[in-house]
């Protein structure tokens, strides 16, 4: 019993001599480690040394460049007022006399995208139709294909990546581009009305244009000998035959004199 006690005084003596001496020696490095030399703090990345840290170089922030906006072209329809009536109600002289209601109602305040398009396809119709019930022509097709491609390409710029639309478009571009080059062969004065009037930029096809690989070189060369060479052959067969033909012509002569 007795040696059990004199265990327990021993180890609680030395457990405080610990605690001591660790805090004895926090105390004395504690301002050590808070403490920098001027070495240090003008080094931009010094080394750490016994009781001393480095501090990192000051990080500048610059102002980030304001992000610039794309200009976007304006719409077909941005020229279309608000206040003008919709397709089907334009011709009809009772909308003109209502109140303000039923005119907002009927206008294009309020109408969709759709009947806009309707509005502003027949708008461009107008300038290149022949007369009044023209609805037919190679001009008043291209315009209508005008239109569309248009209303694609505004599409597109939000929605990139839809596919079937973009199809949709390269098909129509396909078709006015085939009804354009028969019209400017056809009649070359309503060609330039159309390309003026719609505001469009008449480009013509590249050329032909095939990658020169060796191979191909080769051929090529190859078949030029063969050609040259062929026309060389036929070259002298018709010099052999001259004088074959000369001689029959003299023969027939001499005959003819003989009777």
Request: aromatic letters at 6%; charged letters at 30%; a positive charge.
């Amino acid at each position: 019993m007795f040696a059990n006690a004199a265990l327990r005084a021993a180890l609680r003596s030395s457990a405080g001599a610990l605690r001591l001496e660790s805090g004895a020696l926090c105390a004395s490095l504690s301002p050590r480690l808070w403490t920098c030399s001027p070495a240090v703090l003008s080094a931009p990345r010094a080394a750490c040394v016994a009781g001393s840290f480095a501090l990192p170089p000051p990080v500048r922030h610059y102002a980030r460049g304001a992000n610039k906006k794309k200009a976007v072209p304006e719409s077909q329809l941005s020229d279309l007022s608000p206040t003008m009536l919709k397709k089907d109600f334009a011709a009809v002289p009772l909308a003109q006399t209502t109140d303000d209601v039923v005119r907002r109602l009927l206008s294009l305040e309020l109408a969709s995208h759709s009947e806009k398009l309707q509005l502003k396809t027949e708008q461009l119709i107008a300038k290149v139709q022949r007369d009044e019930n023209d609805r037919n022509s190679v001009e008043v097709q291209v315009a209508i294909l005008t239109a569309r491609i248009r209303n694609f390409q505004e599409h597109l710029r939000k929605h990139h990546k839809d596919k079937s639309n973009k199809r949709r478009m390269l098909m129509a571009i396909d078709r006015r581009k085939k009804l354009l080059k028969n019209l400017r062969l056809v009649r070359y004065d309503a060609f330039e009305k159309v390309c003026e009037q719609l505001g469009i930029t008449y480009t013509f096809p590249p050329e032909y244009y095939r990658r020169a690989t060796r191979r191909w070189v080769v051929k090529k060369a190859f078949c030029i000998k063969v050609f040259k060479e062929v026309q060389k052959q036929k070259a002298e067969q018709r010099l052999k035959m001259k004088p074959s033909l000369a001689s029959a012509e003299t023969a027939k002569t001499k005959a003819v004199d003989t009777q």
